[in-house]
């Protein structure tokens, strides 16, 4: 299914995110999410509060982002202005997976960015293990310039956008088949069906 058959005509909801980590996931670097809270158990078991969002970069505690990449650009992730963030990218969720041992934590390196001293970090925070949660991104060339609110401030994992952002001009980062070949190496190093 392409996005334009499946996505709606706006989204108005955000993910805060490393800002190292939005430009992994927006190159194509990076395909998971991982993921200690900001979600959702329900009876069904672990499921996204929200299907589809835009990444919502942010700087906070800036000086963690254990990366094994320097930024695409090569430039420093300093925003240029202080009262707008720049938002392109479009997730859809995919495939979710609990990881509850190392081992199997480890074998998800291909799929981000982290260093394993940040993984390992995450992991052990609180309660051992931590959330997987495979993603299809889609990028705008040009991004939309948000005002930042107080309501965006803080150490939230969900943020409201008004007015909402139009998805249009938005085009996936990995073409359907590399997509669908990522999707399933991801199945696999989590042994989860469909």
């Not at 158990?41 to 499921?47: N, T």
């Not at 906070?60 to 925003?79: F, I, K, N």
């Not at 007015?163 to 085009?171: D, H, I």
């Amino acid at each position: 299914m392409s996005v334009e058959d499946s996505r709606p005509l706006s989204c108005d909801i955000a993910f805060k995110e490393w800002a190292g980590v939005c430009e992994a996931l927006t190159a194509g670097r990076q395909s998971i999410i991982l993921r200690k809270g900001g979600i959702a158990e329900g009876a069904r078991g672990f499921i996204p509060e929200h299907p589809r969002f835009w990444l919502y970069p942010t700087h906070l505690h800036e000086g963690e982002q254990g990366l094994r990449l320097a930024p695409e650009s090569g430039q420093p992730r300093t925003p240029s202005r202080l009262d707008v963030v720049d938002i392109r990218t479009l997730v859809e969720t995919g495939p979710i997976g609990w990881v509850d041992r190392l081992e199997i934590l480890d074998r998800l390196e291909p799929f981000h960015v982290w260093t394993e001293e940040t993984v390992h970090k995450r992991f052990h925070y609180r309660k051992p293990g931590l959330w997987v949660l495979g993603v299809r991104v889609y990028r705008r060339d040009e991004p939309f310039a948000v005002p930042i609110t107080a309501e965006h401030a803080g150490c939230k994992t969900w943020v409201s956008l008004d007015p909402p952002l139009v998805t249009e001009a938005v085009v996936p980062v990995l073409d359907d088949q590399e997509f669908g070949r990522v999707m399933e190496d991801l199945r696999l190093a989590l042994n989860i069906d469909q």
